[in-house]
Nanobody
Framework: QVQLVESGGGLVQAGGSLRLSCAASGRTFSSYPMGWFRQAPGKEREFVAAIRFSGSITRYADSVKGRFTISRDNAKNTVYLQMNSLKPEDTAVYYC???????????????????WGQGTQVTVSS
């Protein structure tokens, strides 16, 4: 059974930091792009960041550039999202995802990804 399990979410004050982790099991995804998306209440799921298997290509939403950093440890089949300078607007459920169909395309839409975690809540207080 393929699973993506996010961890590291929680409650943090504005300006604080969190590091999210997403560990994959049941299948090795080290060759495939992985990404992070988030969904706030009443809003559509939106792209946050994505990374190619080698880490040589990364993409970020404009809203998080300079604050968030995506990375991965292929040996651990895990992707991370380091979130700094958090804002209340960052409050959302964060989901990790894998594009298991392609290798070198780093997508920025939900349809680009076919495996999803269940999400982890990130709440940033004012």
């Amino acid at each position: 059974q393929v699973q993506l399990v996010e961890s590291g979410g929680g409650l943090v004050q504005a300006g604080g930091s969190l590091r999210l982790s997403c560990a994959a099991s049941g299948r090795t995804f080290s060759s495939y792009p992985m990404g992070w998306f988030r969904q706030a209440p009443g809003k559509e799921r939106e792209f946050v960041a994505a990374i190619r298997f080698s880490g040589s290509i990364t993409r970020y939403a404009d809203s998080v550039k300079g604050r968030f950093t995506i990375s991965r440890d292929n040996a651990k089949n895990t992707v991370y999202l380091q979130m700094n300078s958090l804002k209340p607007e960052d409050t959302a459920v964060y989901y990790c995802a894998v594009d298991s169909r392609r290798i070198n395309v780093v997508g920025v839409t939900t349809s680009d990804y076919d495996y999803w975690g269940q999400g982890t809540q990130v709440t940033v207080s004012s």
